[in-house]
């Protein structure tokens, strides 16, 4: 079990900054960067938009030290917020806040997208969460991201977070998913032989002028360019704390499973893009409670029995790395719904969409 204590965790969240009055984005990185730079230090960055902030937890060796650590930067983050009349919310997009009345981060990185990919840019007006394990071996990073390809769908169903679009019910529980695939090299990674069979694919794109460096690859999982880690990309911004961090938890239980067969010189089944993706589109519009495909028996499947068998599929690895708690949590979501759900429910009430930011707000610092 050395093998699977030696995977380190961390997580990468976008967060929205909110006007408490209007509950509209504002406009406040800046402050946040200049005045509360003692205070995060390195674990608070800029974003492409002005009213976003991107946070970043400290390499962990165990969930619980990540766990700590996430509610840690949430709770300053938004007792920062507060000191200055702003909120923080979590979510893979804004209610209601439009597009078109945001600020671009004054980056040379950020203005370079925005001169490359013109309108679809403008509209990325959304919060995703990254999820990382520490891999070292690049040809194992690649191994296990052909083998958890298949179980993206999966976890994109646990964190949907985004039913809304410019005030308006989209009819999807993950319309962030929807937004970012309108960028090229996003989605579902092919398979790879090796890492350097990765390492040509991205050389060809680098020569041809095509990207200028590996961090323009945008695919739902993909070995870090810089980073010994495999980056999960897919999930949206997961309201509550415990949420994202029992989604981590499920990652990491996965890849070491992934180890822990390949280590038997066993394999899960890699299966094609195209059928991935099936399951992915059932994901994005129905959440935990969609039904998704089982490819080997050919049917589609409820997705909470799917999830049960997942468990199941990981127990053997979930006491080693002190993950039961995270699960069971997973567990107990599954069973009453994701923050899409819960917004969905709130609206629905009264069609009152400031109802809906107000949740948000409360329950992004819920247990902080």
């Given at each position: 079990?050395?093998?699977l204590?030696?995977?380190?965790?961390?997580?990468?969240?976008?967060?929205?900054?909110?006007?408490?009055?209007?509950?509209?984005?504002?406009?406040?990185?800046?402050?946040?960067?200049?005045t509360?730079?003692?205070?995060?230090?390195?674990?608070?960055?800029?974003?492409?938009?002005?009213?976003?902030?991107?946070?970043?937890?400290?390499?962990?060796?165990?969930?619980?030290?990540?766990?700590?650590?996430?509610?840690?930067?949430?709770?300053?983050?938004?007792?920062?917020?507060?000191?200055?009349?702003?909120?923080?919310?979590?979510?893979?997009?804004?209610?209601?806040?439009?597009?078109?009345?945001?600020?671009?981060?004054?980056?040379d990185?950020?203005?370079?997208?925005?001169n490359?990919m013109?309108?679809?840019a403008?509209?990325?007006?959304?919060?995703?969460?990254?999820?990382?394990?520490?891999?070292?071996?690049?040809?194992?990073?690649?191994?296990?991201?052909?083998?958890?390809?298949?179980?993206?769908?999966?976890?994109?169903?646990?964190?949907?977070?985004?039913?809304?679009?410019?005030?308006e019910?989209?009819?999807?529980?993950?319309?962030?998913?929807?937004?970012?695939e309108?960028?090229?090299?996003?989605?579902?990674?092919?398979?790879?032989?090796s890492?350097?069979?990765?390492?040509?694919?991205?050389?060809?794109?680098?020569?041809?002028?095509?990207?200028?460096?590996?961090?323009?690859?945008?695919?739902?999982?993909?070995?870090?360019?810089?980073?010994?880690?495999?980056?999960?990309?897919?999930?949206?911004?997961c309201?509550?704390?415990?949420?994202?961090?029992?989604?981590?938890?499920?990652?990491?239980?996965?890849?070491?499973?992934?180890?822990?067969?390949?280590?038997?010189?066993?394999?899960?089944?890699?299966?094609?893009?195209?059928?991935?993706?099936?399951?992915?589109?059932?994901?994005?519009?129905?959440?935990?409670?969609?039904?998704?495909?089982d490819?080997?028996?050919?049917?589609?499947?409820?997705?909470?029995?799917?999830?049960d068998?997942?468990?199941?599929?990981?127990d053997?690895?979930?006491?080693?790395?002190g993950?039961?708690?995270?699960?069971?949590?997973?567990?107990?979501?599954?069973?009453?719904?994701?923050?899409?759900?819960r917004?969905?429910?709130?609206?629905?009430?009264?069609?009152?969409?400031?109802?809906?930011?107000?949740?948000?707000?409360?329950e992004?610092?819920?247990?902080?």
């Amino acid at each position: 079990m050395n093998e699977l204590k030696s995977l380190t965790i961390g997580i990468e969240e976008e967060y929205q900054i909110i006007d408490p009055d209007s509950r509209e984005l504002t406009s406040f990185i800046s402050e946040f960067l200049e005045t509360g730079a003692m205070m995060f230090k390195d674990q608070v960055k800029p974003e492409l938009l002005q009213s976003q902030i991107e946070i970043g937890s400290n390499v962990c060796s165990n969930i619980d030290e990540l766990d700590n650590d996430i509610k840690s930067i949430r709770y300053k983050l938004g007792d920062f917020a507060k000191q200055n009349n702003k909120m923080i919310a979590a979510a893979g997009t804004h209610p209601f806040s439009h597009w078109r009345d945001q600020i671009v981060t004054d980056k040379d990185r950020y203005h370079g997208l925005f001169n490359s990919m013109q309108y679809v840019a403008k509209r990325l007006l959304i919060f995703g969460m990254h999820v990382h394990i520490g891999i070292k071996d690049r040809n194992l990073q690649i191994d296990v991201m052909n083998q958890m390809r298949y179980f993206m769908p999966h976890i994109l169903a646990l964190s949907t977070s985004s039913p809304f679009w410019l005030g308006e019910p989209t009819g999807f529980k993950s319309y962030r998913s929807i937004i970012f695939e309108d960028l090229p090299r996003t989605g579902i990674p092919e398979n790879f032989e090796s890492h350097h069979q990765y390492d040509e694919y991205v050389d060809t794109l680098i020569k041809s002028n095509t990207i200028s460096e590996p961090s323009k690859i945008w695919w739902d999982i993909r070995p870090h360019h810089t980073f010994p880690t495999l980056e999960f990309r897919i999930c949206d911004c997961c309201t509550k704390a415990d949420e994202a961090v029992s989604i981590a938890a499920l990652i990491q239980a996965l890849v070491a499973k992934m180890i822990q067969l390949r280590l038997k010189n066993q394999t899960w089944r890699k299966y094609r893009g195209s059928l991935i993706n099936e399951n992915k589109w059932r994901a994005i519009k129905g959440g935990v409670d969609s039904s998704l495909i089982d490819f080997g028996n050919q049917q589609e499947i409820p997705f909470i029995n799917l999830f049960d068998e997942m468990l199941d599929f990981v127990d053997d690895v979930v006491e080693p790395l002190g993950l039961r708690k995270y699960l069971n949590y997973l567990r107990d979501m599954v069973a009453n719904g994701t923050s899409s759900d819960r917004q969905l429910q709130i609206y629905n009430k009264n069609k009152n969409i400031h109802d809906v930011v107000d949740s948000l707000i409360s329950e992004t610092l819920e247990g902080c």
